[in-house]
């Protein structure tokens, strides 16, 4: 299994980026998918997750009406919209593969299976 993780970049503070993640090797359809982010010196954190179906979003207070999660199931793909951007939300940004088919999406980062290699995002201000 292989999720690339892409779009990450430097950008300005109330900028846009898109993130994308392409997954290869797996069952994508079938499982729910999420993205994390570890900021330097801070532990990785929940950012948004989806259902395998492309319902059930979720996401973190912290990126709540900023960011938009969606997917892609038959390109094998899913995507965080970031909007708004600040400082803050500087960090390398981990999509992942929930462990468990199908069942409900969780922000819990044990519940995640594959990860991928993690693309950077950095918001001057």
């Known amino acids: 299994v292989q999720l690339q993780a892409s779009g990450g970049g430097l950008v300005q503070a109330g900028g846009s980026l898109r993130l994308s993640c392409a997954a290869s090797?797996?069952?994508?359809?079938?499982?729910?998918m999420g993205w994390f982010r570890q900021a330097p010196g801070k532990e990785r954190e929940f950012v948004a997750t989806?259902?395998?179906?492309?319902?059930?979003?979720s996401y973190a207070d912290s990126v709540k009406g900023r960011f938009t999660i969606s997917r892609d199931n038959a390109k094998n793909t899913m995507y965080l919209q970031m909007t708004s951007l600040k400082p803050d939300d500087t960090a390398v940004y981990y999509c992942?593969?929930?462990?468990?088919?199908?069942?409900?999406?969780?922000?819990?980062?044990?519940?995640?299976?594959?990860w991928g290699q993690g693309t950077l995002v950095t918001v001057s201000s």
């Open positions: 992942a593969i929930q462990r468990i088919p199908y069942g409900v999406p969780s922000t819990r980062s044990p519940e995640y299976e594959y």
């Open positions: 989806i259902g395998w179906a492309g319902d059930r979003k």
């Open positions: 090797g797996h069952t994508f359809s079938r499982f729910n």
